[in-house]
């Protein structure tokens, strides 16, 4: 893929269909960005815990509101956006899942889990309200143009 | 591929051999419903074999920690078998590997019952 920014902008329904549709939209797309099986399958994952949490807690299941998605690539990035239309919410006050405390909590591991599969991972509250969850990963060596790897 | 699960019982204790995903959804609800039907039919001892079960998202981490809390409340046990490596993974990485009971092989998580 040409290292230049590129966007893609998708606008989900608030339906659980909107996570398997995410995720595999995320999944094609690092594919063909050049991405190790590995890291498909991690981007994927990470998106689908993204749209996850905006499904059931930003978008509380409403069915009118929208999840929009947005992937965008820079010089030696591939970037995921998703953002909900709920309240927002800090990342400083979701319980650590990690905790012993917290261990056996039926819930509470997606924002975990979206830190752990991506390079960088952000929350904001975006100026219209709502969560957007930012995820980033670096493009393979060989696709960025970065190290002494030669193009594949 | 959605959630499936087949259930066998050796002696007392019952052995579900799933596959598909558990995730969000039809999977976690299938999880659930499986482990409260063995449990409602008076089963304690309770192996969850997830050979065939490549893909957990967090929701199905969720079902098996309620599975867990479920049968360990009614004073049985409840045990894991064969996990992938993508889910022995997040397991791990969850800190629930030393949660749950992990069982390698068949015969061990047979014996490994109290």
Known sequence: MAAKTQRIEITLETLLESVDLAEVIVMRIAEAAGFSEEDIHKMG???????????NYGNQQIRDKKIFMTVEFDADKMIVRVLDQGKGFELTEVPDPLAEENLLRTSGRGLFLMRAFMDEFNVHTAPGGGAELVM??????????NGSRQPE | MALQGTCREIEDIAIIDF?????LGEGSSTLRRTIRDLIDK?????????????????????????????VRNVEGEMKLLHLTKRVHDLLQITRLFTVFDVQSDEESALKSFR
């Open chain 2, 19 to 23: 596959s598909g995903k558990i995730t």
């Open chain 1, 45 to 55: 994952m990470a998106v689908r815990e993204g749209v996850i949490n905006a499904y």
């Open chain 1, 136 to 145: 980033v990963k670096k493009l393979p060596d060989a696709v960025s143009g």
């Open chain 2, 42 to 70: 008076g089963h304690r001892k309770i192996v969850l074999n997830l050979y065939d079960v490549d893909y957990i998202d967090s929701s199905g981490i969720g079902e098996l920690v309620s599975g867990y809390t479920t």
